[in-house]
C-alpha cells in the first residue's frame, strides 16, 4: 500500500530566496522597481521632513516673541502703594510649570551722564535694581561688554539698555579702554555693558540696570519687586496665570496685573494644527503613488514569468510556494526600495533646509512610518499579483506567448 505523497514545506530562509531570485536575475527590472517606491517614499519623507523643518523655524521665530512670556506688576497708582514680597520670585519658582522668572525693582534714582548734571536735566532713564537672572529669563544679551553676575552685582557697576546708551552718549563698551562712569543717584557707577535690544521687554532698553545688592546699599532700594517676568511651558501658560496674581500678592491678587499670552502663542499653536493636517494628506498620498508602482510592477512581472512558473508548477511547486515566492519579492523589493528613499528624502531634507538656513528636522517617525509603509504597501501591492500566479495551471502558463 503507497501512502500519499504530503507537498514539501519550505523554510522560510528558502521562501526568501526564491523570493530574491528575481531580483537576481533581472536586476535592472529589480533596480527600476525599487526606484519606483524609493520615489514614493523619498516624497513621503520630503513632504514631512521639509514642512517640519519650516515649522521647527516658524516656530523658533514665534518663541523669540515671547510666547511663554508672562509679565506681573502691582496696579499702579495705589495709595498705599502695593509692595510684592521680597522674596516673590522664590514664591513664583515653586510653580510646577515656571521655567524661568526673574524680577526688576525701580529705585526712583535719577539716571546722568556724570555727576556735573543738575538733576533736573536727566534723560529720563530708570534706575532698575536687576538680578543677575534678568537677562537669561528674557532672551537678551550684551551688545558689548557683559552682563551683571554675582561678583558685580554687589559693587557699584551698571548694565545700559540699548536705548539708554544712546541717550546717555555710550554707544558700547570699548575692550582694553577705562570704561566710563555715569551718576545714578548721588553716586558715580561704572559701565560694564551695554544691552543688545530687548523686544520682549521693551522698558528694560530705557533703563539703567544696577545689581540687586549694590541698589540696596547705594540707592536705598527697599527690596520689592516692580516687574517680575515668568516663563512657563506653554501648554500650562494659562494655568500659570491663574494663579500668578494670588502667588505674588495673596491678600488681594486682583491688584496684580499679570499680561495675557500673547497672540503668537495662538498662532503658533494654529500653525501646529495646520502643519499636522497638510503633513498626514501629503504623506498618504506619496504613499498611494508608491504602492500603485509597486502593484503595476509586481503585475507586470507576472505576465513576464508565465512560463517560469509554468515550469515550476510542472515540477511540484504547489499555490501556496507560487504566491510565497512573489509576495517575498514584492516585500523585497518594496524594503529595498523604502530603505533608498528614507535615505534620499532625509539627505534632501537636510539638503534644503541648509540652503534655506533652517534646522534640519527629519521626524524619527516619519523615517519609521516609510520603511513600514514600504513594507506594508509591498505586501498589499503584491497580493494580487501572487494570487494571479498561483491560479495559473501548469499547461496554461507553458502555454502563453
Known amino acids: 500500500m503507497t501512502r500519499a505523497a504530503k507537498p514539501v514545506r519550505l523554510a522560510p530562509r528558502d521562501i526568501l530566496s526564491l523570493g530574491l ?5 533581472r536586476k535592472l527590472r529589480a ?3 525599487a526606484l519606483g517606491i524609493s520615489l514614493g517614499i523619498a516624497t513621503l519623507i520630503l513632504v514631512i521632513g521639509i514642512p517640519a523643518s519650516s515649522r521647527q523655524a516658524l516656530m523658533a521665530e514665534l518663541s523669540a516673541m515671547g510666547t511663554n512670556l508672562l509679565r506681573a506688576e502691582p496696579m499702579p497708582d495705589r495709595d498705599p502703594p502695593v509692595l510684592l514680597a521680597e522674596d516673590a520670585v522664590g514664591s ?10 526673574s524680577a526688576v525693582g525701580n529705585t526712583h534714582a535719577p539716571v546722568r551722564r556724570s555727576d556735573k548734571v543738575p538733576v533736573s536735566d536727566g534723560a529720563g532713564i530708570t534706575a532698575f535694581a536687576a538680578r543677575t537672572d534678568l537677562l537669561p529669563a528674557l532672551g537678551a544679551r550684551p551688545a558689548s561688554g557683559r552682563a ?3 561678583a558685580s552685582a554687589a559693587f557699584p557697576t551698571v548694565v545700559l539698555g540699548h536705548r539708554a546708551a544712546e541717550r546717555l552718549g555710550i554707544p558700547r563698551i570699548v575692550p582694553g579702554a577705562p570704561p566710563p562712569q555715569i551718576a545714578v543717584g548721588d553716586g558715580l557707577f561704572t559701565v560694564i555693558g551695554v544691552l543688545a535690544p530687548v523686544p520682549l521687554a521693551p522698558e528694560i532698553d530705557s533703563s539703567v540696570l544696577v545689581g540687586w545688592q549694590a541698589a540696596r546699599d547705594r540707592l536705598g532700594f527697599d527690596g520689592h519687586p516692580t516687574v517680575v517676568y515668568v516663563k512657563a511651558r506653554e501648554d500650562s501658560l494659562e494655568a500659570v496665570r491663574d494663579v500668578l496674581a494670588p502667588t505674588l500678592y495673596p491678600q488681594m491678587p486682583g491688584l496684580v496685573q499679570v499680561s495675557r499670552p500673547s497672540d503668537a502663542l495662538a498662532a503658533k499653536r494654529a500653525t501646529e494644527s495646520t502643519f499636522s493636517g497638510l503633513f498626514l494628506g501629503l504623506g498618504g498620498v506619496a504613499l498611494l503613488v508608491g504602492g500603485i508602482g509597486v502593484a503595476n510592477t509586481m503585475f507586470i512581472s507576472v505576465l513576464e514569468r508565465r512560463r517560469e512558473i509554468g515550469l ?3 515540477l511540484g511547486a504547489n499555490r501556496g510556494q507560487i504566491r510565497g515566492q512573489f509576495l517575498t519579492e514584492s516585500v523585497v523589493l518594496s524594503g529595498l526600495g523604502g530603505l533608498a528613499g528614507t535615505a534620499l528624502g532625509a539627505g534632501a531634507t537636510a539638503g534644503y533646509a541648509l540652503w534655506r538656513d533652517w534646522p ?3 521626524p524619527p517617525g516619519a523615517a519609521g512610518a516609510g520603511l513600514g509603509g514600504a513594507l506594508l504597501v509591498g505586501m498589499a501591492a503584491g497580493v494580487y499579483p501572487s494570487v494571479r500566479a498561483a491560479r495559473m495551471t501548469p499547461t496554461e502558463a507553458l502555454n502563453a506567448q
Not at 531570485?21 to 536575475?25: A, E, K, Q, S, W
Open 21 to 25: 531570485l528575481g531580483i537576481r536575475t
Open 312 to 314: 515550476r508548477r510542472a
Open 148 to 150: 551683571l553676575d554675582t
Open 360 to 362: 534640519a528636522v527629519v
Open 92 to 101: 513664583v519658582r515653586r510653580i510646577g510649570p515656571v521655567t524661568a522668572v
Open 31 to 33: 533596480a527600476l522597481s
